[in-house]
């Protein structure tokens, strides 16, 4: 399946045979019963645009071959506000969010599962537009969305669209990738900038007036994992630092092992606009999320061969070192700030306030 | 970043530092009246690598944190109404009333909106017009002229389902009842730049020339503070008590005079009650006589407040700078960003959160505490 190929198929101006929700524009609760409107929408838009023999079948399950190798499976609900945000989409992040769960274990993503909650009067237009997106995530990331199931809520009881996307892939025999492996001694390395999918997300949802537009960075990391395992590197523990943030994921490496985690603050990459964002409203980028980037730990004699690695794909042209496991403070993240001095930095507590002034 | 990393410059850092140890010779208390500044000393660990000779004390400048209780309560029973859109800024959401904070209110089908400007609140006013919106008008100087331009705008454009629910709170008599406390330490203070930009200095020549401490205009990045101490300790140590400028680049001695003139109309001064330190004369602003129509508290009948506070917080204290938030035994115990017992623990710019964020409640090995 191409990029190409699932744009055209995944238009109601597309749509082939007669189609009486032609005169129909928006979701009604039929198209959650299982009856003909729900026929039409898999005939339709799903299948054209996801495009597998899978897919295609119709069963009630997808019967799939594996390769050799362990299993790895994530599950996440995607229930992000607005569905459109600069730099992507609901469809997207929910294609590239679960691929990237996978990816983070070691593993090759090869099949990723749709569950689309959809609410009473969405646009089938806009639904057509996440459908196509997700066919483009799914392409570029190589894995096949191949089983899928739609439900309709009362208007008001949803938020246009949540999407639950659930993946499978399997990981060589070789490869042991986990927080625990970290040692005393590892070098931390980023794959890009922090914070840029948060502030995306803020800035068009708290309707402030940026002069520049900060995208968000969601991608599927998993092209960007395989190089580095091709290169040999011995990843000790890797993780997509989302929802909490750097902070979090650097104190799970730190919990895991009871090693402590020393950050510099100045070799973070932050984009200047997201750094100005985050000035302004009191945010700190270390608990913003991110949707495109990792975080993974090496043997230190390995770190610039990693950092080149990534610098050499696109999704990691910004890859740097930023810190290092630890015998000290164990359990601890501490980050050297700009003038010098020590900080601890923590897990934090429920979300990030603006804050008044 | 521009206006950011110039400031954060660690070779002028550590020659601030040096030059701060070259001419301090004896022990001198500072108090840093916002906290924003709070925060930034402790998040950059400013007072790590200040001269030991040198000890900051936090004050009260945390807006969020003097806020008081039965203020809160009221917005608490105001936002919880079914006819209400209440609209604050982020960071008094968590804030803990007697009973409930606005989150829970939110969780319990209260319309409780974040915006960023009180002009937003106008904005949904216009939007709503079947629901009453109010806006929760709280802060220091520095928050004041955008709340008084809401109001102003509100009464231009007619609207009647616009109000406020007012507890502004001003630094000068803050600083005032610092001094005249009887456990008072402090010699000399950082002024909160923010505040100045809008009011300027010169009301702070009085308190200069009636106390003789030095107090100095001072930003908030790591070089804006340590500029601010050092001019500070030249101060001290040569024994003379000016209000001087250390923030030259944000604040004139007049400051924003438009501004000044909105919050002349809109606003007047009123005494105020300060959670946590109690009242102190003259030292808020209430709606004025010509805006009364706009002020929440008159529009809401919200009933008897009886008010509540824990009795092992002592936010208070942080606040006055008698203690240091991690001398309070609930710190960090039953105390914690998740579960706070007082503001303090709560506001980006609340001393004791700025403590716990940044880990001043464990010693860590290899690394100062």
Same mark, same amino acid.
């Given at each position: 399946m191409t990029s190409d190929s699932a744009g055209d198929g995944a238009t109601i101006d597309g749509?082939?045979?007669?189609?009486?929700l032609r005169d129909q524009p928006n979701i009604v609760?039929?198209?959650?019963?299982?009856g003909k409107l729900s026929a039409e929408l898999i005939e339709h838009l799903f299948l054209p645009a996801f495009n597998n023999e899978h897919l295609d079948s119709l069963g009630d399950a997808a019967v799939v071959d594996l390769p050799p190798g362990r299993i790895a499976m994530s599950t996440d609900s995607f229930v992000v506000r607005?569905?459109?945000f600069p730099g992507g989409d609901i469809g997207e992040l929910a294609v590239n969010g679960t691929v990237n769960d996978v990816a983070m274990t070691g593993a090759i993503p090869l099949y990723v599962s749709v569950a689309m909650i959809l609410e009473e009067g969405m646009p089938i237009d806009e639904l057509a537009a996440l459908t196509r997106s997700m066919a483009k995530a799914a392409d570029q990331a190589g894995v096949q969305l191949v089983t899928g199931d739609t439900k309709v809520v009362d208007r008001?009881?949803?938020?246009?669209v949540y999407i639950n996307t659930t993946g499978l892939g399997v990981i060589r025999d070789s490869i042991d990738i986990h927080p625990a492996n970290v040692r005393p001694g590892d070098a931390i390395l980023v794959s890009g900038t922090i914070g840029d999918h948060g502030m995306a997300i803020m800035s068009v949802r708290e309707g402030l007036e940026f002069e520049t537009t900060i995208e968000s960075d969601?991608?599927?990391?998993n092209h960007l994992v395989a190089a580095l395992l091709e290169a040999g590197i011995e990843i000790r523990a890797m993780r997509d630092?989302?929802?909490?943030?750097l902070a979090a994921t650097l104190n799970e490496f730190a919990a895991a092992t009871q090693a402590g985690v020393v950050v510099e603050e100045l070799r973070l990459p932050v984009k200047r606009e997201v750094a100005s964002a985050c000035e302004m409203l009191g945010m700190d980028p270390f608990y913003v999320a991110n949707e495109g980037k990792m975080v993974v730990v090496v043997p230190a004699d390995q770190a610039e061969r990693a950092v080149e690695t990534m610098r050499a794909d696109e999704l990691g042209t910004d890859a740097t070192q930023i810190g290092e496991i630890v015998?000290?403070?164990?359990g601890v993240v501490v980050a050297k700030t700009a003038i010098g001095a020590t900080r601890v930095v923590d897990t934090q507590v429920g979300e990030q306030l603006p804050r008044i002034c | 970043m521009k206006y950011l990393d110039e400031f954060r410059d660690p070779e002028l850092a550590k020659r601030l530092f040096d030059e701060i140890d070259r001419i301090t010779t004896q022990h001198w208390v500072l108090m840093e009246v916002c906290g924003g500044q709070t925060h930034s000393i402790i998040r950059n660990g400013i007072d790590k690598l200040l001269n030991e000779n040198i000890e900051l004390v936090h004050g009260p400048g945390c807006p969020v944190c003097v806020t008081p209780l039965d203020t809160i309560d009221k917005a608490l029973a105001i936002a919880a109404r079914d006819d209400v859109i209440f609209c604050s800024f982020g960071?008094?959401?968590?804030v803990p009333g007697s009973t409930q904070d606005l989150f829970q209110v939110k969780g319990e089908s209260g319309d409780v909106r974040v915006v960023y400007s009180p002009l937003d609140a106008v904005n949904i006013a216009k939007e709503n017009p079947d629901s009453q919106v109010v806006f929760f008008?709280?802060?220091?100087?520095?928050t004041a002229p955008a709340n008084a331009m809401s109001v102003y705008q509100a009464k231009q454009l007619g609207l009647t389902n616009f109000s406020m629910l007012v507890s502004h709170v001003l630094v000068p008599p803050a600083i005032r009842a610092v001094l005249n406390s009887p456990l008072n330490r402090v010699q000399a203070f950082l002024a909160a730049g923010h505040v100045c930009s809008v009011m300027?200095?010169?009301?702070y020549v009085p308190i200069v020339e009636e106390y003789g401490v030095p107090i100095v205009v001072t930003g908030f990045e790591p070089l804006d503070l340590l500029e601010g101490i050092r001019k500070t300790i030249i101060q001290l140590e040569t024994g003379t008590a000016e209000a001087e400028n250390a923030y030259p680049r944000a604040v004139s001695?007049?400051?924003?005079e438009a501004a000044q003139q909105l919050i002349e109309d809109v606003f007047e001064t009123t005494d105020r009650n300060w959670r946590g330190i109690g009242m102190i004369p003259e030292s808020g602003w209430e709606l004025s006589a010509r805006y009364a129509d706009f002020d929440a508290a008159r529009r809401?009948?919200?009933?008897d407040i009886d008010t509540q506070e824990p009795d092992v917080c002592r936010s208070g204290e942080v606040l006055q700078g008698l203690?240091?938030? *991690? /001398? !309070?035994?609930?710190?960090? *115990? /039953? !105390?914690?960003?998740?579960?706070?017992?007082?503001a303090t623990m709560v506001s980006a710019e609340g001393a004791c959160a700025a403590y716990y964020t940044y880990g001043r409640f464990i010693e860590i090995e290899g690394v100062s505490a």
């Open positions: 749509w082939s045979c007669p189609a009486p609760m039929g198209h959650g019963g299982g607005p569905r459109i008001g009881h949803g938020d246009g969601t991608a599927a990391l630092p989302t929802r909490g943030g015998a000290n403070h164990p | 960071d008094m959401l968590r008008g709280i802060g220091f100087e520095t300027g200095f010169s009301e001695f007049d400051g924003n809401f009948e919200v009933g203690i240091k938030p *991690n /001398e !309070c035994e609930a710190f960090g *115990n /039953e !105390c914690t960003p998740r579960k706070p017992l007082g």
